[in-house]
C-alpha cells in the first residue's frame, strides 16, 4: 500500500518585514527542520502573509518560498487564497495549500453558501440605527487532490475566527482597551458567531460533496481556534450524538487526532493550559485507511507565558499535526 502524510501547521504570521522580530532567516532555522519532519504528501498552511516585490504588481509568498528552500516542497503543487476582489494573495494570513500530487481544481469559498450576518447591537454607543454586518475574516480553501489510482481528495485548509472580541462602535478606548465589560463581552459574542459561521459554511461544503459522492475522501484541516467539543468543531463533524442520528452517521467526520494519546493531545499551550485547537477531520470512506496521528508538540512554548509573546514567536506557538494513511488498493 502507498501512504498519504496529510499535515496541518498554523505557521503564526510567516512574514519577511524589514526590521521584524525575530527576522526571517531565524525563524526559517526553526521552522524549515519542523517542515521536513513532518515529511508530508499534502500540507495545509495557516497565517501565511505576502510581500510586496514591486509597486502596481500583486503581492507574492517571497517569505513562504524562502522558507521551502532546500526543501521538496518548494517544487508542490499549490492552492491558495488571497483578497475576494483582487489579483495575487492578500497581505496577512493566507491559506496555502501544498500538494505532492496534482490539484486538478480549487477555489475559494466566502459566503457562497451562509450569507453574511446581520446583528442589532445591545451596547453601541450612541445606540446604533443601522444593524451591524458580520462577515468572515477569511475564506475556505477547496482542493480537488488527484491521488494515486484515479482517486480524488478533497481537501480544505480553514482558519476559524480567533476568540478576540469584535470591535462595537463607541465601546473602544484603544486597540487594547475597552469602554466596558458589557461591550468587550458583546465583541466576544459576535467573534463566536464569526467563528461558527465559517465552520457552519465549511460543513454544507461538506454536505454538497457527499450530496455528489456518499463515499467521498474528503480531508478538513486546519486552525479551528475551538477545541473537540466547542461548537465550531461539533458543527463540521457532524456526530450522530448531537442530532444527526444514525441514520446520519455516513456524513460525520472523523477527528483523525483522537487517536494521539490523551497526554500528548494538545497543539497549543495557553497559559499552562494544554489546548487541542488545530484538527484533521476526515470522511468515513478516509478514515477507514489504516492511519496513525503525530502532533508534533515537543518544546512548544506557550503563547501566553513565552517572554517573546509580544512578538511572532521564533517558531509558531501551534504544534504542526500529521497524519499518515495508508491509501486502499
Known amino acids: 500500500m502507498a501512504r498519504l502524510r496529510i499535515a496541518t501547521f498554523n505557521l503564526e504570521s510567516l512574514d519577511d518585514e524589514p526590521g521584524a522580530v525575530p527576522a526571517l532567516a531565524q525563524r526559517i532555522a526553526v ?32 517569505a513562504l518560498d524562502h ?3 532546500d526543501t521538496r516542497y ?19 494570513h493566507n491559506l496555502a495549500l501544498l500538494s505532492r500530487y496534482p490539484i486538478a481544481a480549487s477555489r475559494q469559498i466566502h459566503h457562497e453558501l451562509v450569507p ?22 477569511r475564506p475556505l480553501l477547496h482542493a480537488v487532490i488527484e491521488l ?10 480553514l482558519h476559524l475566527k480567533a476568540p478576540l472580541a469584535v470591535a462595537i462602535p463607541g465601546q473602544k478606548v484603544s486597540a487594547a482597551e475597552w469602554r466596558s465589560v458589557g461591550g468587550w463581552a458583546e465583541g466576544f459574542f459576535l467573534a463566536a458567531m464569526k467563528r461558527a459561521g ?3 459554511e465549511a460543513r454544507l461544503v461538506v454536505e454538497r460533496l457527499f450530496d455528489a459522492d456518499p463515499s467521498a475522501l474528503i480531508a478538513v484541516c486546519g486552525d479551528f481556534n475551538a477545541e473537540a467539543r466547542e461548537t465550531p468543531v461539533r458543527v ?33 499551550l495557553h497559559a499552562g493550559r494544554p489546548l487541542l485547537l488545530d484538527h484533521v477531520l476526515a470522511s468515513p470512506a ?27 514567536s521564533l517558531g509558531s506557538y501551534h504544534a504542526p499535526i500529521v497524519a499518515e494513511l495508508e491509501m486502499a488498493d
Open 286 to 312: 478516509l478514515a477507514a485507511w489504516p492511519h496513525r496521528v503525530e502532533i508534533q508538540n515537543e518544546g512548544l512554548s506557550d503563547e501566553a507565558r513565552d517572554p517573546l509573546s509580544v512578538h511572532p
Open 148 to 157: 494515486p489510482g484515479g482517486r480524488r481528495l478533497h481537501a480544505l485548509n
Open 236 to 268: 463540521l463533524i457532524g456526530d450522530e450524538s448531537d442530532g444527526g442520528g444514525r441514520a446520519r452517521s455516513e456524513r460525520m467526520l472523523i477527528a483523525l487526532e483522537e487517536s494521539v494519546p490523551a497526554p500528548r493531545r494538545y497543539s497549543v
Open 74 to 92: 518548494l517544487g508542490y503543487n499549490r492552492a491558495l487564497t488571497g483578497p475576494i476582489a483582487h489579483d495575487g494573495p492578500a497581505e496577512r
Open 116 to 137: 453574511p450576518l446581520s446583528y442589532r447591537s445591545a451596547t453601541a454607543s450612541p445606540p446604533a440605527r443601522d444593524a451591524l454586518t458580520l462577515s468572515w475574516d
Open 31 to 62: 521552522l524549515r527542520p519542523q517542515l521536513r519532519r513532518l515529511d508530508a504528501d499534502l500540507l495545509c498552511f495557516q497565517e501565511v502573509n505576502a510581500q510586496t516585490v514591486a509597486r502596481h504588481l500583486p503581492r507574492r509568498l517571497t
Open 198 to 200: 465559517q465552520a457552519l
Open 67 to 69: 522558507l521551502l528552500e
